[in-house]
């Protein structure tokens, strides 16, 4: 769930933290409305980040730290919820499929089933790690 806040002004927001030094290489954070991965460090209190566009086309760009902001723990925590019910939804199906014995099927949902859990097992390391650098500050 998204955390809000009601400044003083009236108006509502979500409370954002901006990078004071240079962000980790490799990390995800939110810079505007897109998710991007800090890939190198640039003069001038700069990094390289790398995102996609709309068409789905990564590309690099180069901004200030200050711009970026950590990823919120809320957008993960969503998208490991989301894996949780596919793995419910694809262990149920495989169940089903055993017991009608359709073999082919029981198998290629296995794999995307295994893909389901490895996405959530990086998602968990991704919050794991967010977690211990708000704990040493950074
Ligand atoms: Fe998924």
């Not at 890939?39 to 200050?66: L, P």
């Not at 169940?95 to 996405?119: D, F, H, I, M, P």
Request: with cysteine; glycine share 8%; proline share 3%.
């Amino acid at each position: 769930m998204e955390q809000k806040t009601r400044p003083r002004n009236g108006r509502t927001g979500r409370i954002r933290r901006k990078a004071l030094a240079c962000p980790p290489i490799g990390a995800l954070m939110r810079y505007g409305e897109r998710i991007v991965r800090v890939v190198a460090e640039a003069s001038g209190q700069r990094v390289i980040i790398q995102s996609v566009n709309e068409d789905g086309c990564a590309f690099r760009s180069t901004v200030k730290w200050a711009s970026l902001t950590p990823l919120d723990t809320a957008l993960i925590a969503s998208a490991q919820r989301v894996e949780h019910y596919e793995i419910a939804a694809y262990g149920s199906l495989i169940a089903l499929g055993k017991q009608l014995g359709e073999t082919t099927a029981v198998q290629l949902l296995g794999e995307t089933l295994k893909e389901e859990k490895s996405t959530d097992e990086k998602l968990s390391l991704l919050a794991e790690e967010k977690v211990a650098a708000e704990a040493l500050g950074k």
